[in-house]
């Protein structure tokens, strides 16, 4: 079994794993290169292989960053199936759609105001090929066993968002483990991930390879923002990412309303994907924490902006309010157009809820930037930044250690490290390497293992 790395390796963004036997080729996720323009180049750049001959794609969850690049393979030919979970599929649905949308309008925009050096700046893909692929999508269930060519493999449940899964590959007489994103053992909304089987190599992420997640509730961190913005006569603007963290936030203000730890104030989710996101959580209990109750509690209480009118609407609110809107590390979405009209006002405060890719406006804010742009315009932060702690889907370098441990892993199983920032990645290895026996590497840009 042949393993090339083309993408999430000294970033966390771009995941695709190309696997090779003599007989069948798979990919391992197919994500979007996002960031930095020259990790973004990358997205227009011809795949370093032949779509021709790829059997299928193996998808382990939704997020764009391991399913955005699926409809430029449909558009340059592929249509072969692309297997994944039930509820991935649902929220590829969404998420691929609205990607192709937003890759549309920012062209049309871009162009319209002459912001491009293109004269006819086109989108990598347009709507209509991110609706067309999903006819290549073929939903399985968490560890039923396919087939495809020589190669079987089977979905792992790893927490993180719904549908989310680890890859378990078996060809050659070998067994290779793809993680996935991994969750966090105790998440404030998703299940743990299942430890994984005995496996003889592991492609393990490590987003958080260096970092600790903060030991701070979140629930009291968020209390304590908003209440000090509502005293000060502000807003709330929450970036989020439509899956999984909006849904949390959802659960958390209404929790706290509930509770009379906030004051009861208008929540605003001004993201129509993430609305529909809202809605399929709520048909998959089994995966997640919250019960029926405590699903519609969430969606009764907040107000869904459906339309781009509901969503203009919001600047006619002169009362406290929190607006959620995507995306999460604002880099589009409607969140833009409410950063452009409240970002200059000291009295807003903006709250990141995950992390932040290097070279993205979230990343950049965090870091304390005086202003960003938007739409070819520099606007000033004088609004107040924060950090909601404890949220994140990851797990950090320790709680994977502990995933590893109550794993059936050989001690000295072969790890390559993927999907981390450079610095991420070097912590990780060095901490596995000092406390385990595990033989670990940080993979590199197209390089190949063999099992």
């Known amino acids: 079994m042949k393993i090339t790395f083309l993408g999430g390796t000294e970033t966390v963004t771009g995941s695709k794993f190309l696997v090779e036997t003599t007989k069948t080729r798979v990919l391992v996720d197919c994500g979007l290169f996002q960031g930095y323009k020259w990790l973004r180049k990358r997205n227009r750049q011809p795949l370093p292989l032949d779509i021709g001959s790829l059997d299928a794609v193996l998808l382990t969850h939704a997020h764009l960053d391991h399913s955005g690049y699926i409809p430029v393979l449909y558009k340059h030919g592929f249509r072969g199936p692309v297997f994944t979970h039930h509820a991935t599929r649902e929220l590829c ?41 999903m006819a290549l999508f073929q939903s399985v269930a968490f560890e039923e066993d396919i087939k495809v060519g020589d190669i079987r493999f089977h979905l792992w449940p790893v927490g993180h968002i719904l549908g989310a899964a680890s890859v ?47 030991s701070t509730d979140p629930f009291s961190q968020l209390a304590d923002i908003i209440n000090t913005t509502v005293d000060k006569g502000g807003n709330v603007l929450i970036p989020s990412f439509a899956v999984g963290r909006a849904q949390v936030l959802q659960h958390m203000l209404t929790t706290l309303m509930q509770e009379g730890r906030i004051p009861t104030l208008p929540i605003y989710l001004d993201s129509p994907m993430a609305i529909n996101v809202s809605e399929i959580y709520c048909r998959y209990e089994d995966q997640h924490k919250l019960n029926i109750a405590q699903c519609h509690d969430m969606c009764g209480t907040v107000h869904y902006s459906h339309s781009v009118d509901d969503s203009k609407a919001l600047a006619d609110q002169i009362y406290p309010h929190v607006i959620i809107a995507g995306s999460g590390m604002a880099t589009g979405g409607r969140i833009l157009h409410h950063f452009k009209r409240l970002l ?40 107040r930044v924060e950090v909601l702690d404890g949220l994140s889907g990851h797990a950090d370098f320790v709680e994977m250690e502990q995933w590893l441990a109550q794993s059936d892993l050989a001690p000295e199983t072969p790890i390559y490290l993927i999907h981390g920032d450079p610095e991420a990645l070097e912590a990780m290895r060095d901490h596995l390497r000092q406390s385990t026996r595990f033989e670990v590497e940080v993979a590199g840009y197209q390089s190949i293992v063999r099992v």
């Open 344 to 383: 200059s006002k000291p009295r807003t405060t903006v709250i990141f809820a995950g992390y932040q890719a290097g070279g993205t406006r979230g990343a950049k804010m965090v870091a304390g930037a005086e202003a960003v742009k938007i739409h070819g315009e520099w606007i000033p932060v004088k609004a």
């Open 93 to 133: 649905e969404i998420l691929l759609s609205d990607s192709g949308h937003l890759q549309e309008e920012e062209a049309r925009y871009l162009g319209r105001h002459k912001l491009s050096k293109h004269e006819r700046p086109e989108p990598l893909y347009d709507q209509a090929d991110a609706e067309a692929c």
């Open 168 to 214: 378990i590959i078996e060809a050659d007489g070998k067994r290779v483990g793809f993680s996935g994103d991994v969750g966090r053992l105790d998440d404030v909304f998703m299940k743990p991930p299942k430890p994984l089987p005995a496996l003889d190599m592991l492609m393990l992420e490590s987003t958080y390879g260096n970092r600790r997640h903060d």
